[in-house]
């Protein structure tokens, strides 16, 4: 089992900055896994934000491109996304996700239970 513990949402105002975490144990310090950000609203599916294949090689939604970074720590067995330039649009709950199939997607991969981040304007 792979236990996500997300951390780091919050309430910012458009233009300002957050930094997400995603503290990660159990087996996935002993194998092979993609992780990533996906995010959420009341009444949409579930939606990519950020992939963090391996170092070096991540990618993004159209959306949040040029504004969030994802990263890993991997001795810390932690991943991050930093939010530059938020807007209000971005508002939403964050997710964090490790699988050992890449890039991860809904319904398969170990979920965490979610930070909220809201924007306003």
């Known amino acids: 089992q792979v236990q996500l513990v997300e951390s780091g949402g919050g309430s910012v105002q458009a233009g300002g900055s957050l930094r997400l975490s995603c503290a990660a144990a159990g087996r996935i310090g002993r194998g092979t896994y993609c992780m990533g950000w996906f995010r959420q609203t009341p009444g949409k599916e579930r939606e990519r934000v950020a992939i963090f294949f391996k170092e070096g090689i991540t990618s993004y939604a159209d959306s949040v491109k040029g504004r969030f970074t994802v990263s890993k720590d991997n001795a810390a067995n932690t991943l991050y996304l930093q939010m530059n330039s938020l807007k209000p649009e971005d508002t939403a709950m964050y997710y964090c996700?490790?699988?050992?199939?890449?890039?991860?997607?809904?319904?398969?991969?170990?979920w965490g239970q979610g930070t909220q981040v809201t924007v306003s304007s």
């Open positions: 996700v490790a699988d050992n199939i890449c890039p991860p997607a809904l319904g398969r991969g170990y």
